[in-house]
């Protein structure tokens, strides 16, 4: 009798410990997500033009600032993933920085231009010092979320 009391406290603390997360964009599933060092070996695996359908699971960096239009996800010390969301259709909370998210959609390689970086940095609220000491396009691990599933 002790066992299966036990055995029923274990299971049910299990249970109640499954996170919890808002979903934006498209209902997504946390199965089968694959971890930040996964992901970043399949990054260095594809050239500029090259697509990936995938889902994945890391910490947030940095969202945007001024609508959560963007979001960056941490793939290893050097190495970031930018994310964007589908056809501008959905947004992330402003506040979203280091809780875990899992996206879904299409992973592939970019060249961002200095333009394109120095709005980013704007986004991010980076101060003017920073942005201007933007000065050469950078290879960019780039994905397009259809949906996002962020921690509570």
């Known amino acids: 009798m002790k066992k299966i009391i036990l055995t029923t406290a274990i299971l049910t603390f299990l249970v109640s410990c499954k996170k919890e997360y808002a979903t934006f964009g498209e209902s997504i599933s946390a199965d089968g997500a694959i971890s930040k060092e996964e992901m970043i070996t399949k990054f260095k695996d594809l050239k500029d033009g090259d697509t990936l359908s995938i889902t994945f699971k890391s910490k947030t960096k940095e ?9 960056t996800m941490d793939l290893d010390e050097e190495s970031e993933a930018v994310v964007k969301f589908k056809d501008y ?10 809780k875990e998210t899992i996206v879904k959609g299409k992973a592939y390689v970019s060249v961002e231009s200095v333009a394109q970086l120095k709005h980013l940095a704007k ?30």
Request: proline share 4%.
């Open 63 to 71: 969202v945007c600032q001024a609508k959560g239009c963007w979001m």
């Open 89 to 98: 259709a959905f947004f992330v909370p402003k506040n979203g920085q280091d």
């Open 123 to 152: 986004d991010a609220g980076k101060s003017q010092a920073a942005i201007d000491s933007i000065s050469s396009p950078k290879v960019t691990y780039s994905f397009m979320a259809d949906g996002v599933l962020m921690a509570k």
